[in-house]
Structures are given as C-alpha cells and as structure tokens.
C-alpha cells in the first residue's frame, strides 16, 4: 500500500493543476468578458462612422493602444542611446609642452 501512496506523490504535480486551473477560469473570464459585450457600438471616424460588435472596438482599442506603448518605448529607449552617446566626452589631446 505504500509503494501506491509512493507513486502518488510522484507522479502528483500541484503546479500543473495549478496552471490548469488557472487557464480554465482565464477561458472562463474570456468567453463571460465576449459575451457580456455582444451589442453592437457605433464608432465615429474622422472621415466616416462603422457599426461593430462592442467586443470588437474594446480589442481594437487594446492592440492600438499596445501597438503604441511598444512604439513610444522603442523611441525613448533609441533617444537615451544617443543622449548617453553624446554625453560621452573626448579625450584632450595630450600637450607635448611646447606652449
């Protein structure tokens, strides 16, 4: 009987089911979140307006906004580089004591 209990707690994974666990109440959440915001929105354009499905405009507006934040990053990470660039100073040329 303990060479069954031994196997047990061998093959026993708590952080699997944990993970298990978790990705089946994120798939919960997900299909809860879609079909809780079904309706259709109106979405005024500068040039024109759509009609969508709600979920469709609150994903839309997310890659945007994680399109942008990737974006601006990458730019404030190239203007540090240069800044830290210029900042470097040159040597002064080594006087031969001719002055």
């Known amino acids: 009987m303990s060479s069954d209990r031994e196997q047990f707690e061998r093959s026993w994974q708590p ?6 666990g978790a990705l089946i109440l994120i798939a919960a959440w997900l299909i809860a979140f879609i079909a809780g915001n079904d309706e259709e929105a109106s ?3 500068v040039l024109g307006e759509a009609r969508t499905s709600l979920i469709w ?3 839309l507006s997310l890659l945007a906004g994680l399109v942008g934040g ?8 190239r203007r540090q ?3 830290s660039e210029a900042s470097v100073e040159t040597p002064e040329p ?3 004591g001719d002055e």
């Open 57 to 59: 405009v609150i994903l």
């Open 15 to 20: 952080r699997l089911w944990i993970r298990v």
């Open 81 to 83: 580089a240069r800044s």
């Open 70 to 77: 990737v974006l601006l990053s990458q730019l404030h990470r």
């Open 43 to 45: 979405v005024d354009f």
């Open 94 to 96: 080594i006087s031969d």
